[in-house]
């Protein structure tokens, strides 16, 4: 099969996965696992799953001069941005989550324009402005509480956290993808994150009955583990080998839309026009503040 054809494929496999996720990861806390014991058990897995995979390639010594950032892409990539996730899933809806995660990318642009200096456009901050409206719509505007979720404004408050801080990873991250294999920046991350997160997570971890547990349970563990965890990173490196990063950013916009058809097909959650027009002015200022003008052609 054509490479750009299985490039494509499987950046609709891991958004697939990441759409899926929202509804199979709320349905398991916290009557399962609490939020913080569920990150435990995810980074412990994929830990032992990337330093498996490393003994596959050869070594990698890393600079001491980047082991600084690779600890703060630690506790922003693994530890913040994942706690916060799950954490406000806890308290929102899957639907939610998946509308308010869209943000990063106009995040990521106020983040740059303040650590890289990069100029923000007239239509970038217009974008801006729409996508935080969006967001803060439905902090304000949207439900309070649903049966399976207490507090709603602060689960989404939780997901503009953990949209943020994967932001300011992604910003960090890039000097080190360049200069590094994937794999072995992954097993130094999620070793690194196994170990802060232990204290954070262990006393949720150990409360899980783990030795009665139903198969429900267990394979829905094992989804967000190995498929949310291990199979999208995988998934994504394979689809950056054919695909440009702009090509895989459109793949973002295929995530909310799977995971709200997904949410109500299994009756986990409905839409409302507060989520709608969330949805329609967090997509517009992400579609403004990632468009680039086109240079038009002069004659010489």
Not at 247 to 265: D, E, K, S, T
Request: hydrophobic share 55%; glycine share 6%.
């Amino acid at each position: 099969m054509n490479p750009r054809v299985l490039a494509l494929l499987a950046a609709t496999a891991a958004s697939t996965i990441y759409g899926i996720n929202h509804t199979i990861a709320k349905g398991l806390m916290p009557s399962i696992i609490g939020p913080y014991g569920f990150i435990l058990l995810r980074v412990s897995g994929a830990a032992i799953v990337f330093w498996g995979i490393s003994f596959l390639y050869p070594p990698e010594k890393i600079e001491k001069k980047d082991w600084f950032r690779i600890f703060g892409c630690a506790v922003f990539g693994m530890v913040l941005n994942m706690n916060m996730f799950f954490k406000g899933l806890e308290l929102s809806t899957p639907i939610n989550s998946s509308v308010v995660i869209t943000i990063s990318p106009v995040l990521l642009l106020i983040l740059a324009a303040f650590i890289l200096k990069e100029r923000i456009t007239l239509q970038k901050g217009f974008g801006i402005l729409l996508g935080l409206a969006g967001a803060l719509a439905l902090v304000l505007f949207g439900a309070k509480t649903q049966p399976d979720a207490p507090n709603i404004p602060l689960g989404n408050l939780l997901f503009m956290v953990n949209a943020a801080s994967y932001a300011f990873y992604l910003i960090l991250v890039k000097p080190l993808v360049a200069k590094y294999n994937s794999i072995t920046l992954m097993k130094f991350l999620f070793l690194i994150a196994l170990v802060i997160n232990i204290p954070i997570g262990f006393s949720q971890f150990s409360e899980v009955a783990w030795f009665s547990l139903e198969f429900s349970a267990l394979w829905k563990l094992t989804f967000v583990v190995l498929g949310t965890t291990v199979l999208t990173y995988l998934f994504n490196i394979y689809a950056l080998k054919q695909l440009s990063p702009s090509v895989i950013g459109v793949f973002m916009y295929l995530q909310p839309l799977i995971a709200v058809a997904f949410a109500i097909i299994v009756g986990a959650d409905s839409l409302s026009p507060v989520r709608i027009l969330a949805a329609i002015l967090i997509f517009t200022g992400v579609f403004l503040t990632t468009r680039k003008k086109r240079v038009s052609a002069t004659k010489a």
